[in-house]
């Protein structure tokens, strides 16, 4: 048997107003070269300008992963040519990078995990190439664009850690605003490493990498494939060799791209356009500010402070924005555990549906605390405050008067259900015999109370009112 052992390599773009070392505008766009200036094409003479707020974003992810900041902004030059590289290098960081010796935390199946970072680099990334059978056509949106590049340890065992690593990734991203993180616009993307070792080995097995993976599904077919290849080697004997390799999606197999004798030497160096740049303590202090609660620490603040589940606090923290839903209902004094029933099931239920997203939602954080407070009051039943949520949302009406509007108070007055209940006992006393008998008619009665009531009466009023009156007989 073997041990699998994984390293990542993510690279997400940073949003900003501005690409990371000129002054074109970073957005994303299906026109190609339609963002583009001087310094992106590399034309003779050009010279960068580093984006302050490219390294604020970096600093502030940096931190996010309890990563070891450096002392000054430092820049290198990674020397290389490619197509879609038009200066034939690219300004990166190697000797100081924005981040180093940092970790995440995980969960899977329950058990939490650390995933060490060995360091967060920022960069500016390629142009993209379009092929078409014998020729292919550069476009230079994405080229500068600010991408940080996470780099881990090899320190996970499984696809799943890898996949749990990359949602909890994500959602840090997503969290700090620091990036879109969008997989469809290529904004993030992976480079896998896996290897082979036998069990009982304290020696890591050949690495081999795969470049450029564009989706967490595909990140998990190419570990998945890999895994087996390898396997099927060194069952039959063979080595693995230490190469890089590419996944196609067509037939789910990797394929080699270059051997490590193949690997190219990029002669780093300090880059000499943009001098270094002391980074004040103050300043980090002031990002440190700005970095919100993150979603592992949300789920451990309401599974332990509000006693949620780890399946319902999953799913609150997934979007920050419907966790800021959640925490600024709960704010107002709504109970926690009602508060997430709502969300996890009512509200995203009907979101997912129409594919629509919190921020579409007429229902705002007040109008759920009422929602929740009439029935908690006995106003409405539980299944009335359905037919509420639904007149509210799509009729754009405050819960209260959806309730005046439909006219389904419920009744709670102890009299008036009594004299009902009495009536109902009245007319069928041969079937209260038959509930002393041991007869299921308890419910019949609670029924046609509801009958007469049109279903406004409280049901548990009505319940222990049936039981008193039954018990008097």
Known sequence: MYKVVIGLE????????SKNFSSAKNAYSEYPNEYVDTTDLGLPGILPVANREAFRKSLMMSLALHCKTPDIVMFDRKNYYYPDLPKGYQITQETKPVGKDGYVMINVDGVDKKVLINNIHLEEDTASLDHFGDYSLIDYNRAGV?????????????????LAFLETLKGIFLYTDVSEARVDRGQIRCDVNVSLMDENSTELGTKVEMKNINSFNNVKLA??????????????????????????????????????????????????????????????????????MLPFER?????????????????????????????????????PKSSANWLTSIILGYLNKNELSIDDLYLTPQMLHELIKMIDDGEISSKQSKEVFIKCIEEKINPKDVVKSLGITQITDDKTIRDIVVRVL?????????????????????GQVMKETRGKANPSITASIIKDEIDKR
């Not at 087996?228 to 990797?254: A, H």
């Not at 606090?313 to 709504?334: A, N, Q």
Request: aromatic share 10%; charged share 35%.
């Open 223 to 292: 570990i998945e494939t890999e895994i087996e290849r390898q396997t099927e080697i060194l069952n039959n004997g063979g080595k693995v060799l230490q190469e890089t390799r590419r996944f196609s999606e067509e037939d789910l197999k990797t394929y080699p791209m270059r051997s490590k004798v193949d690997a190219i030497d990029y002669k780093y160096y300090i880059e000499p356009n943009i001098p270094p740049i002391k980074i004040e303590d103050s300043w980090i202090e002031e990002i440190k500010k700005d970095i919100p």
């Open 10 to 17: 993510v690279h997400c773009e940073v949003k900003t107003n």
């Open 426 to 446: 009245d007319s069928h006393p041969d079937l209260i015999e038959d509930h002393r008998k041991g007869k299921n008619t308890f419910d019949f009665f609670v």
């Open 146 to 162: 600010p991408l940080l590049e996470t780099v881990t340890e090899p320190c996970m065992y499984s696809v799943k850690e890898a």
């Open 299 to 335: 789920v451990e603040k309401y599974m332990n402070v509000y006693g949620l589940s780890r399946y319902d606090s999953d799913i609150i923290v997934k979007d920050k924005k419907v966790s800021d839903y959640f925490e600024e209902t709960i704010s107002l004094g709504t109970n």
